[in-house]
C-alpha cells in the first residue's frame, strides 16, 4: 500500500517561498512509469494540478505555474519537495501530493492535505 504524507509549514508570508515535502512509502518514486504532482486547492475553489516530477526525474508544471514552482526529489529519502516563490495570499490553498501512472493525470493515492496560508 503506497502513503504519502505532505509536510512543511501552515503559514508562510507574503512574497516568501513556500516549500513542501511529500515522504512517500510503500513504493519508491523511481518506479516506472509512476508520475507525482504537487496539486492544491483555494478555499471554495476546484483542484488545480501544479506539477510533477516523472519516475525518471523529468519534470512538468502547469503553465500558469511555471515561472514560480520548482519540483526536486531526494532518491534516497524517497521524498519530493515543491517550492513556489513569491507566493501572495492567493495560493493560500490545501495542497496535495500524489501518483499518477504514465502522466495519465489520473491519481490513484493522494497524501492528506497540507493547509498553507499565505499571510503577514
Known amino acids: 500500500q503506497v502513503q504519502l504524507q505532505e509536510s512543511g509549514p501552515g503559514l508562510v508570508k507574503p512574497s516568501q517561498t513556500l516549500s513542501l515535502t511529500c515522504t512517500v512509502s510503500g513504493g519508491s518514486i523511481t518506479t516506472n512509469y509512476y508520475y507525482w504532482s504537487w496539486i492544491r486547492q483555494p478555499p471554495g475553489k476546484g483542484l488545480e494540478w501544479m506539477g510533477a516530477i516523472a519516475y525518471s526525474g523529468s519534470t512538468y508544471y502547469s503553465p500558469s505555474l511555471k515561472s514560480r514552482t520548482s519540483i526536486s526529489r531526494d532518491t534516497s529519502k524517497n521524498q519530493f519537495t515543491l517550492q513556489l516563490s513569491s507566493v501572495t495570499p492567493e495560493d493560500t490553498a490545501v495542497y496535495y501530493c500524489?501518483?499518477?501512472?504514465?502522466?495519465?493525470?489520473?491519481?490513484?493515492?493522494w497524501g492528506q492535505g497540507t493547509q498553507v496560508t499565505v499571510s503577514s
Open positions: 500524489a501518483r499518477d501512472y504514465s502522466g495519465s493525470y489520473y491519481w490513484d493515492y
